[in-house]
């Protein structure tokens, strides 16, 4: 069994920056991410990084955000740069171990004009 402790969020004017991380603790621990939830819209990847090193991000971010891992640790971070009003949601964290995916509890990330 994962368990996931998120941290950051919060309120950014557009241009801002914010840092989320995620802490896990498990065994067997492939893969971290973000996935979130922007109003009246689908759950969408953000960014994933798999074996320490594979980064996927989605479209609009790339550029922008940038997830690292410590993997000694078992904790992630996605820094989010030049944030924009279309970032608005619910950051969800997740990882991946052989047992399954397993998701953190959600940030809020709201990006005003």
């Known amino acids: 069994q994962v368990q996931l402790e998120e941290s950051g969020g919060g309120l950014v004017q557009e241009g801002g920056s914010l840092r989320l991380s995620c802490e896990a603790s498990?065994?067997?621990?492939?893969?971290m991410g973000w996935h979130r939830r922007a109003p009246g819209k689908q759950r969408e990847m953000v960014a994933e990084i798999i074996d320490g090193d594979i980064r996927n991000y989605l479209d609009s971010v790339k550029g922008r955000f940038t997830i690292s891992r410590d993997v000694p640790a078992n904790t992630a971070h996605l820094q989010m740069n030049d944030l924009e009003p279309d970032d608005t949601g619910i950051y969800y964290c997740y990882a991946r171990s052989p047992d399954g995916p397993f998701w953190g509890q959600g940030v809020r990330v709201a990006v005003s004009w």
């Open positions: 498990g065994f067997g621990i492939y893969a």
